[in-house]
């Protein structure tokens, strides 16, 4: 008896840690599904609709969100199609990714981050995509040709958007979309170059579409 008691004690500890195995495989595996649903964003609309952009965890990124970028490109949605796109500070792209999925002609991403780069390289390749091109190095390397509109959304402390209003003359745009956590309506009339077109705020984020002002 006292065997047979052993045997049924050691089984029910067998049992016991089994399940504490399963249950912590289980909350690893959980949390790992999290992360990754996490590092992903959804493009919106048009040719490429509910394809999943990934991302690099990497501290300051932040794809701009779903409702900022529908605005956008409904701002957009008419004079879109078959323009030349800058997103000067990628990041995760998306903003390019969207622009390439509602008809734009060619988009050039411009990503400083090696880890950031490389992954807008693999969507891009993952979509397929034929009119894109990626320049991984700082901001300043995409500051040449032409583009009709020019997407900005450069890292919040940095303030950068005065002088970049001024930098991005050279390129001629059409229309400059930014995105900031401050107002930026006397930036951009200091600037002198541009006037706000369309504006709005989604939380603490100011973001509007701006266009040169006509001589």
């Known amino acids: 008896m006292a065997f047979l008691s052993l045997i049924t004690g050691n089984l029910h500890i067998i049992r016991f840690y089994a399940v504490e195995i399963k249950q912590k495989t289980y909350r690893m595996n959980a949390k790992k599904t999290t992360k990754t649903a996490k590092q992903q964003v959804q493009i919106i ?18 794809p701009t969100g779903a409702r900022i970028r529908e605005t956008l490109f409904n701002w957009l949605q008419p004079v879109i199609e078959g323009k030349t796109v800058l997103d000067l500070f990628a990041g995760s ?25 490389r992954q807008i390289q693999a969507n891009i390749t993952a979509l397929g995509v034929l009119q894109a091109r990626l320049i991984q190095g700082d901001y ?16 919040y402390a940095l303030r950068l958007l005065p002088t970049l209003l001024q930098q ?3 390129l001629s745009p059409e229309l400059v979309f930014i995105e ?17 077109l369309k504006s709005k705020k989604a939380g603490h984020i100011y973001y509007g579409l701006l266009t040169t002002n006509k001589v």
Not at 49 to 56: E, Y
Not at 101 to 117: D, L
Not at 180 to 196: C, L, M, R, T, W
């Open 140 to 155: 300043h390397q995409g500051l040449n040709g032409q583009y009709d509109i020019v997407l900005l959304d450069p890292p």
């Open 168 to 170: 991005i003359k050279s």
């Open 93 to 117: 792209g998306i903003l390019g990714f969207e622009a390439l999925s509602r008809g734009a002609k060619q988009v050039t991403f411009v990503e400083k981050n090696p880890r950031a780069a």
């Open 180 to 196: 900031d956590n401050q107002p930026f309506a006397a930036q951009v009339k200091a600037s002198g170059e541009y006037q706000i």
């Open 45 to 62: 609309a048009g040719n490429y609709r509910h394809r999943k952009i990934h991302f690099a965890e990497i501290d300051g990124l932040r």
